[in-house]
């Protein structure tokens, strides 16, 4: 049996083998140190939520349009939340002196994107951050992503095509305020095999996923396969795969829930419980003001535990640039 003999949606795309790892595992894995890479500053645009924002923690990714469907930009949520009890109606949510702030994260975006979130982390008590890597690891200023790596190649090779810029190069994790939150490798390997994980298991949870995005997309008479395609042969090759690629990160919730399975995985579940430990501790040696910065497929998962775990209640959405995609 060939290939060619299944049928084109029984397969994933080839979206999926790019946004799944990007949007899960992002920039969790160590890597040798590389220089920083360089580009123009662009303006960083940020939106209050809006009429296309939905409410808060619902999505974590979207696609912001002109009034004629245009795409102009794919940009990332920030949601803050409080202590339930401490919710008053109408009250900013600039006004409330202890919060968590989950902040998504797209680990290769525009220059402008990282410059904003190195500004807005001056701002935090605490910033905990995802890196699958030995307790202890210090991110140096300007480290990038060894090729060497399946995951390294795939962003770096990504960073090149869409003329991005990768957030191990551009985020600033020296500060005093940057904690690490995440587990090891060997913690990682520990949980796969505790939970009987694989990474045939993985493919077919993708596989599954694949399809219902699939099925979602044909049925708006989208097709991601022919975006891409079009999208390499298109003058402005850069623009067209960002906003191809957009496409399918804006379907990114769905994607990972299919990921994850019922059972919860390593990949998503685990390291979140992480995160959330080291939240719990901070809170406990009473720090205010903290931010989460996890890949955004990581928050939806994330947004229910704020209410089960910690009982808090978002109050507001803010909504990030992360990749310019006007004309």
Not at 30 to 39: L, M, V
Not at 254 to 281: C, F, H, Y
Not at 294 to 308: I, K, V
Request: contains cysteine; glycine residues 8%.
């Amino acid at each position: 049996m060939t290939v060619r003999q299944f049928r084109p949606n029984a397969r994933p795309t080839a979206w999926t083998w790019l946004v799944a790892p990007l949007a899960a595992l992002g920039c969790g894995l160590a890597a040798d140190a590389e220089p920083a890479s360089s580009g123009p500053a662009a303006i960083v645009r940020v939106a209050k939520a809006n009429k296309q924002a939905g409410a808060p923690g619902e999505k974590w990714v979207r696609i912001l349009d002109d009034k004629k469907g245009r795409p102009l930009a794919m940009q990332t949520a920030i949601v803050r939340y409080v202590n339930a009890d401490d919710v008053e109606q109408g009250k900013s949510a600039g006004d409330y002196q202890q919060y968590v702030d989950l902040v998504g994260a797209v680990h290769i975006g525009d220059l402008a994107y990282y410059r904003e979130l190195n500004r807005r982390f001056k701002k935090y008590d605490a910033v905990l951050y995802e890196l699958v890597a030995p307790e202890g690891t210090q991110v140096p200023r300007g480290r990038g992503t060894s090729s060497v790596h399946p995951l390294g190649a795939l962003q770096n090779g990504m960073k090149s095509m869409l003329e991005v810029e990768h957030q191990l190069e551009q985020v600033d994790y020296t500060r005093e305020n940057m904690i690490h939150a995440d587990l090891s490798p060997a913690e990682f390997m520990q949980s796969m095999d505790k939970r009987d994980e694989g990474f045939a298991q993985m493919y077919f949870r993708m596989l599954g996923a694949s399809m219902a995005q699939q099925s979602q997309q044909a049925a708006k008479g989208e097709n991601a396969e022919v975006d891409l395609v079009a999208a390499f042969f298109a003058k402005d090759r850069p623009r067209q795969l960002k906003i191809a690629m957009a496409k399918q990160f804006e379907g990114m919730e769905q994607l990972m829930v299919g990921l994850n399975g019922p059972e919860g995985s390593t990949l998503i579940t685990e390291r979140n419980n992480r995160a959330l430990d080291v939240l719990e501790k901070q809170r406990g040696e009473g720090v205010d003001r903290v931010a989460i910065f996890y890949g955004a497929g990581h928050l939806s998962e994330m947004n229910d535990q704020m209410a089960e775990r910690f009982e808090m209640k978002p109050v507001s959405v803010e909504w990030l640039e992360a990749w310019d995609l006007r004309e």
